[in-house]
């Protein structure tokens, strides 16, 4: 039962985590523009598994959260730091 109880508040950890609110302006825009194209170039996909449209398009999302919030939860998850 405690492996389900940290698999689920590990979302919740990645956000609260006060070291990953560091990203530049110009950082922010690349990753809104290249989440928006990516999202972009999925939905206008015609060919292609159903699978692989979502796993762009929540890429893209990734990105747009970056943008939006500064977090870099994947550089949390990954334990990179940059500071």
């Given at each position: 039962m405690s492996v389900i109880k940290d698999l689920l508040n590990s979302p919740k950890d990645l956000l609260n985590s006060a070291d990953t609110n560091n990203i530049s302006d110009t950082g922010r825009i690349v990753s809104a523009l290249s989440?928006?194209?990516i999202i972009g170039?999925?939905?206008m996909e015609k060919?292609?598994?159903s699978?692989?449209?979502w796993i762009k398009i929540g890429s893209g999302a990734v990105l747009i959260l970056k943008a939006v919030s500064g977090l870099r939860p994947l550089n949390k998850a990954l334990g990179i730091s940059h500071n």
């Open positions: 989440g928006i194209v170039m999925a939905m060919k292609g598994s699978l692989s449209k």
